[in-house]
């Protein structure tokens, strides 16, 4: 089975393709099969925003596509940034400002309310349009320091900290970060429908 990921997201394409490795589905990237376009995400939540992704993906393609809208929550930011995480700090913000503006904005919050999640929704659509929403979430904290590396366009890794955990996910191998993330909770039930769907 062949599913377009509906991203130009390097960070993203890597992490998707390690999670659904042993399950006998070939990962291409919106870019690999020829979709240059973004989409404009203007939806009010992560669930709106994927399927308006991952619909135009099986439109330019005829192929199924999934797509997926991350975010992260802060509770004592009125659960900002929330679907404009990645442009919050302007349009076009480069991973370092994303990440310094973060800590500037949360700079006056104790660490005991710095409570935040991540959530992810990852949008299935198939060439005859039926459609399936897969959501994870995960709870933890956001530092007052960046601490690991980030990949690419995964700037918040080196913020977030699991409930449970005291390292970033930037800090943990991409087997324990996959297995406690947001998008690797979403991305599991995924699996879990394909093999189920493919029977």
């Known amino acids: 089975m062949k599913i377009i990921f509906a991203t130009h997201n390097p960070g993203k394409i890597e ?4 999670l659904l490795a042993d399950a006998n589905i070939e990962v291409a990237s919106a870019e690999e099969v020829g979709v240059l376009e973004d ?11 994927a ?3 991952a619909r135009f993906v099986v439109k330019q393609t005829g192929h199924w596509s999934v797509a997926d809208d991350s975010g992260l929550c802060v509770w004592a930011l009125g659960c900002l940034p929330g679907v404009r995480t990645a442009r919050w700090a302007g349009e076009g ?6 990440i310094e503006h973060t800590l500037e904005t949360m700079k006056e919050i104790p660490e005991g309310k710095r409570q935040a999640w991540f959530e992810s929704s990852v949008a299935l659509v198939a060439p005859d349009g039926e459609e399936w929403v897969f959501t994870g979430k995960v709870s933890g904290t956001i530092s007052t320091l960046p601490r690991g590396s980030a990949k690419i366009k995964l700037p918040y890794d080196v913020l977030f ?3 449970g955990y005291h390292q970033t996910f930037a800090e943990m191998s991409d087997q324990e970060k996959n297995q406690l993330s947001h998008r690797g909770r979403a991305f599991t039930q995924l699996k879990t429908f394909l093999a189920q769907y493919a029977k």
């Open 15 to 18: 992490e998707m393709r390690v």
């Open 51 to 53: 399927l308006k992704k």
């Open 93 to 98: 913000a480069s991973d370092e400002k994303l």
């Open 161 to 163: 900290v699991p409930d």
């Open 39 to 49: 989409v404009v995400e203007d939806g009010e939540t992560f669930a709106e925003n």
